[in-house]
Structures are given as C-alpha cells and as structure tokens.
C-alpha cells in the first residue's frame, strides 16, 4: 500500500465578530420599561393566589435580568408537593439579546431548553409590545 501524501492547506483563523456593548443609558431605559411591562401585564396575568390543596408547580414571581448583553424575562415557581427537591426554582422564558444600533433579537425558550429566535432585529417598543401581545414569550 502507499502512503497517502499530506497536503497543507491555508485555513485563516476566523475570529468571531465581537458582540457590541450596551450602553449604560440603553440599560436603564430596558430595565425600567421593562419592569413596568412586567408588574402592569405579566405579573397580573400569570400570578395567582394558590388554593390550600396545591399540588402543581406555580408561579411567585416574574422579573427581569441582565447579564453581558443578554436581558432575561424570568419567572419563579413555588414546589408544594412532600417530594419536592427544593421550595422553589428559577427559569428563564424569554430574551432579548442587543444587536447594535438600539435594536434587539427577541427569543423564548423553547421545551427543548435551546433559545429560538424569533425577530433578529426589533426595536425597544416592538420588543416589549411582542412580550405582552404574543403566546410564545409568556412564562
């Protein structure tokens, strides 16, 4: 048998595009428009008093989160059952990722547990308006 020969190819390292940072002043303006969204639509929806005989997973609380340039929609579940490996967890149901420029790509959470997104370039308000009108970014 002969020896396959080795050939070189040129493979230029490709260096990912660096993701551009949020600006302070932005942050604020998410975070606060967004928490009104969440105590005014959210919150009301889909948190309720639990009955005495609970015996299913439910919702305490809704709120937000940033983390590098990502901004969370969180909520938090209370486990009543006897067999419950802890009183209560946290997850996480909706994103809005910056891209530049004052838009966001809007993504939920899919059973699945990968993100899917959804718009790749929304502004602030369509964003937020999406969060409260649309199924797919409810807890």
Known sequence: MTKRQKDWVFSPTRSPKPKPRVPDALKTEVTTRANEVVEKVLKPRHIQLPSDNQQFNYFTDIFTRWYHSYFYFCSTYACPGPNALSPTFESRFARMEYVGNNRFA?????????WLDLYPSLSLDECLRAMSEEGFFQP
Do not use: H, K, S
Not at 107 to 114: E, F, L, P, S, V
């Open 106 to 114: 809007l993504a939920y959470m899919r059973y699945t547990g990968q």
